[in-house]
Nanobody, 121 residues
Framework: QVQLVESGGGLVQAGGSLRLSCAAS????????GGWYRQAPGKQRDLVAA???????NYADSVKGRFTISRSNAKNTVYLQMNSLKPEDTAVYYC???????????????WGQGTQVTVSS
């Protein structure tokens, strides 16, 4: 049984910072692709940032230069440092972890429970 445990969400004023963490637990599971997604009320869930096993990253255009995704392989954890937060960053943030590429799909694809990030103006 694999669980992704998220932490670090909360309420912050515009211009502030938050750091999200996503720790994967479970035997014999190592994160290959770690990602953060967000979903605002009435909107679809969108990718915010992702990092692969080699450390390569990609970001949504709306967060480039403000957010940084990183990982600790030793802790099997993915982080999202969010700086210069804006009210439009308000959403539920979900962690995603993938592992086991089968040629056309990921065998293991897990989601966290979500953590609320609210940015006040």
């Amino acid at each position: 049984q694999v669980q992704l445990v998220e932490s670090g969400g909360g309420l912050v004023q515009a211009g502030g910072s938050l750091r999200l963490s996503c720790a994967a637990s479970g035997t014999d599971f190592s994160i290959n692709i770690g990602g953060w997604y967000r979903q605002a009320p009435g909107k679809q869930r969108d990718l915010v940032a992702a990092i692969n096993s080699g450390g390569s990253t990609n970001y949504a255009d709306s967060v480039k230069g403000r957010f940084t995704i990183s990982r600790s392989n030793a802790k099997n954890t993915v982080y999202l440092q969010m700086n210069s937060l804006k009210p439009e960053d308000t959403a539920v943030y979900y962690c995603n972890a993938k592992s086991g590429w089968a040629g056309s799909r990921w065998i293991y694809d897990y989601w966290g429970q979500g953590t609320q990030v609210t940015v006040s103006s």
